[in-house]
């Protein structure tokens, strides 16, 4: 008669501790930790990884963040660099511009002035060398009509010349210094430059209290009287 079957002599052991070993571990698991979705509460340890986790993330944060204020730093610091470079090369070229035209124009005056004050000298010293050279001692009872009347047609000649430079360069009148920029006459009257209010009270005051003195002397003359 067969003997009774027994399962336990088909079951390998050694086999089912391999299989075991290698199956694969569940994706979103820790080794030694429990899987998710379990209902009981977290451990010690899960916690603690949990944290390290955390401030890892928020060391990353941190450094992003620092990283990303040097570069705006540097974005602002290169926006007004620019802005300076434009704005300052608009009011260079501005400024150089101008001041050219004003050079030119005044180099262009300058010179004109220099060549008709060339010629006038020029012409200075022609009437003056015609005048030195009048030797009116030399003159006879024969030609001294005649001389006479040559050199005061050299003075008349050497005197409009004189006149004409004087129209030229009002500093040969001696109202102003030669090659002083912006020079002009005094006023004739300096009571007429003032303008500050305070000091036209004053000065009305001063010009008009000897009236007012004499009204209020008549004014007390005719109540006495009374």
Known sequence: MPSEFDESEFIDT????????????????TPGVAPTGTNRPPTREELHVKVNEAQQKLAQLRHAQEELE???SGLEEARRRQTEFHTGRE????HLTHGLALLEESEFAARRDAKQMAKSLSELRDALTKLQSIQ???WTQDNWNVELTRALTTIENAR?????ARLKWPFLDGNTVPGAPG???APANPLLTI???????RLGLALTWPLALLGVLILLAIWFRR
């Not at 050694?14 to 698991?29: C, F, H, I, N, V």
């Not at 303008?195 to 009270?201: A, E, G, M, N």
Request: hydrophobic share 25%; with cysteine; proline share 10%.
């Open 14 to 29: 050694d086999l089912q501790a391999a299989q075991r070993a290698q199956s694969p571990t569940p994706e979103g698991t």
């Open 195 to 201: 303008k500050d209010w305070p000091q036209l009270c």
């Open 70 to 72: 040097r570069e705006r």
């Open 183 to 185: 020079s002009t006459p």
């Open 160 to 164: 409009m010349e004189w006149n004409t």
């Open 91 to 94: 009011e260079m070229v501005h």
């Open 136 to 138: 009116d001692d030399s």
